[in-house]
């Protein structure tokens, strides 16, 4: 499945604790992204990145940072967890320069209490 | 920005029949729009998609149509099959390849009868 794995696939955490995801490609792509997928709300962009250390905001950033130090890998974090930020959070890549073709990693399912 | 409408919010067809789940944007720039399915507790997968210099494009028994004066594009799937039953997302991205997110419909949780 295009070299994306995700870590890690699972996480219950409390209100106000840091969590850090993890998204990892093999493909040498220059374009990686994060999304958040809710009930009723399909999928939104939280950050992207096209290329190393360069990045930019999406739909629904509040709350949410990144980096991107090496092209391989693109972390997202949030500083301060709420229960508003329970979701599932698909990574996804692209290597097109011409149009935008994304693949995803497998999703991680982050629960805050 | 961008705003992508998904209609159905779900459909239900009978094996065999034929199944259209149609979409809306409001960007004339978009120039990129992929349909991606999603069985449950999986990952999206990209099943077919258009670019706005075509108006149509045929994969087996999947078929994207697109509309740009309408600003409208829709997904048909012939000979519905159980394995087609999944939820369905449209997208739509403006140019400048991947230095752009995909915006999203809510998705069509298709269901097929047997």
């Known amino acids: 499945d295009a070299g994306i794995t995700q870590s890690p696939r699972h996480k219950v955490t409390e209100t106000g604790t840091p969590v850090t995801l993890r998204c990892h490609q093999t493909?040498?792509?220059?374009?990686m992204y994060w999304y958040r997928q809710d009930p009723g709300h399909g999928l939104r962009l939280i950050h992207y990145?096209?290329?190393?250390?360069?990045?930019d905001k999406g739909e629904v950033s509040d709350g949410y940072s990144v980096s991107r130090s090496k092209t391989e890998d693109f972390l997202l974090t949030l500083e301060s967890a709420t229960s508003s930020q329970t979701s599932v959070y698909f990574c996804?890549?692209?290597?097109?320069?011409?149009?935008?073709?994304?693949?995803f990693g497998p999703g991680t399912r982050l629960t805050v209490l | 920005g961008e705003n992508v409408e998904q209609h159905p919010s779900t459909l239900s067809v009978q094996e065999g029949d034929s199944a259209v789940i149609k979409c809306t944007y409001s960007?004339?720039?978009?120039?990129?729009f992929p349909w991606y399915k999603q069985e449950l507790g999986k990952r999206p997968q990209l099943i077919i998609d258009?670019?706005?210099?075509?108006g149509e494009k045929k994969d087996q028994r999947i078929a994207v149509t697109l509309n740009k004066t309408a600003k409208h594009f829709s997904l048909h799937i012939t000979e519905t099959q159980p394995e087609d039953s999944a939820v369905y997302f449209c997208?739509?991205?403006?140019?400048?390849?991947?230095?752009?997110?995909?915006?999203f419909g809510k998705g069509t949780h298709l269901i097929i009868q047997p």
């Open positions: 258009i670019r706005s210099n075509v």
């Open positions: 990145s096209y290329g190393v250390k360069d990045t």
């Open positions: 960007d004339s720039a978009s120039n990129y």
């Open positions: 493909e040498n792509h220059r374009y």
């Open positions: 997208a739509a991205s403006k140019g400048g390849g991947g230095a752009d997110g995909l915006t």
């Open positions: 996804a890549i692209s290597a097109r320069d011409s149009y935008n073709e994304q693949f």
